[in-house]
Each structure stands twice: as C-alpha cells, then as structure tokens.
C-alpha cells in the first residue's frame, strides 16, 4: 500500500531559527511530490512540487529537497517567522494513477517569540 | 479573483437526511478532487474527476456521491448522513493532471460537517 510518512509529528522552534521536516514515501513509481501549509482550519496551499527530475525546490524561505532514489524528501524554512506556524503536509502522486494522492498526516510547527 | 467556492462553510444536520455540499472553480481546471479531514488522519481522498464526466474513486468513497456535469462544478452528495460522516472537507482543482506533471492544486475553504 502506497504510504507517505512525516517526522516529526510536532515541532516546536524559537523565532528566527532554521528548522527541518521530513517526509518518506513508499508510492511508486513516482508522479510528483508536494508541500503545502495549512493554517489552522483552512485549505492547503501549495509551498513546492516537484517532480522525478527535481532534488530541489526554492519558494522565498521555504527550501524542498528530493532524492528519489531513497524515496526521501525534506522542507527546510530558513528564519522562521511567528506566521509559519502551521501543519506542513508532504503529498505524493503516482504515475500509474496521477490522479489520485497520497497524504501525510503532516508536521504542526509552532514558531515561539 | 482566481478561487475554488465551496458551500455551505458550516453545516449541522441529522442522521440520514440528505444533504449537498457544493464546489465551484472558475479558473477552467479539468481536473478536481473531493477530500475528508479528521483529526489524527489527515486528508484522505473521497472522489476526483479528471474531467467533465469522468469521476474515480479516491481511498475513502463509500456513502459519498459526485457528478461532473459541467468543469466548474464538482458537488460531493450524502444521501444518507451518518456520524462518521462528521468531518471537515475539502474541494481542490488542478490544471490538466498528467504522469510526471508538476501541477498546483487549490484547495477550497473548507465545509464543516456534524451529523448528530
């Protein structure tokens, strides 16, 4: 069964600290991958995507990175802000049914002053 | 302003009546997809349609119907609401979906449902 896994469940940083989140995934054979932010009780928005051919995806502080050959991805935010606080969501879509996606359950990041 | 509509946003209701949650985009998406939020689960895809009369099941269908008779439109039905049907969803457009793409999907506000 296809499965997206985040790590860590939760994070806690200080203002203006860098932070790593990960993501590994079992789906295959591989379509694309995608972060989102969702803010509390509203819709995702897309961060990066990123297909088979990309390692790395810039957007302002964010920073993706993939490495399909370990099927492992990570979203790095450089100076975090007190308006990063939210769940970072990893998805991944296979090529056989692009489709279709599959979730993580996401990373809830909380920015502390 | 580009955006996906759903409504109502709020919706309280009883068990087994039926009930319609709409979902409009106006930016000619071929594509859309209906998904459920549950604490602890995250997102999990109901329903999606490639294009106009085109819709597959996602992982979770079962007591949901959708129709796509038209490309702006993607309304999920409940016929028959049950409790575990309480949960927050999600409507979200892409443009064209193909294997290897790099496609954006916007996701609508949100609708909470309860079912009592």
């Known amino acids: 069964k296809n499965q997206v896994e985040q790590s860590p469940q939760s994070l806690i940083i200080l203002e203006g600290k860098n932070c790593t989140l990960q993501?590994?995934?079992?789906?295959?054979?591989?379509?694309?991958l995608r972060w989102y932010k969702q803010d509390t009780g509203r819709g995702p928005v897309s961060l990066t995507i990123?297909?088979?051919?990309?390692n790395t995806k810039s957007n302002g502080r964010y920073t993706a990175t993939l490495d399909a050959d370990t099927k492992q991805s990570s979203l790095h935010i450089t100076a975090s802000q007190l308006s990063d606080s939210a769940s970072y969501i990893c998805?991944?879509?296979?090529?056989?049914?692009?489709?279709?996606?599959?979730f993580g359950d996401g990373t809830t990041l909380t920015v502390k002053p | 302003e580009a955006q996906v509509t759903q409504n109502p946003r709020y919706l309280i209701t009883v068990t087994g009546k039926k009930l319609t949650v709409t979902c409009s985009q106006n930016?000619?998406?071929?594509?859309m997809s209906w998904y459920r939020q549950d604490p602890g689960l995250g997102l999990r895809q109901i329903y999606y349609s490639m294009n106009v009369e085109v819709t597959d099941k996602g992982d979770v269908p079962e007591g949901y119907k959708v129709s796509r008779k038209e490309k702006r439109n993607f309304p999920l039905i409940l016929e028959s609401p049950s409790p575990n049907q309480t949960s927050l969803y999600f409507c979200?457009?892409?443009?064209?979906?193909?294997?290897?793409?790099?496609?954006?999907?916007?996701f609508g506000p949100g609708t909470r449902l309860t079912v009592t």
């Open positions: 993501c590994n995934y079992t789906v295959s054979p591989f379509s694309n």
């Open positions: 990123m297909t088979f051919s990309e």
């Open positions: 979200a457009s892409s443009p064209f979906i193909y294997p290897g793409g790099s496609y954006e999907q916007y």
């Open positions: 930016m000619n998406h071929e594509y």
């Open positions: 998805v991944v879509s296979a090529s056989t049914n692009a489709g279709k996606s599959t």
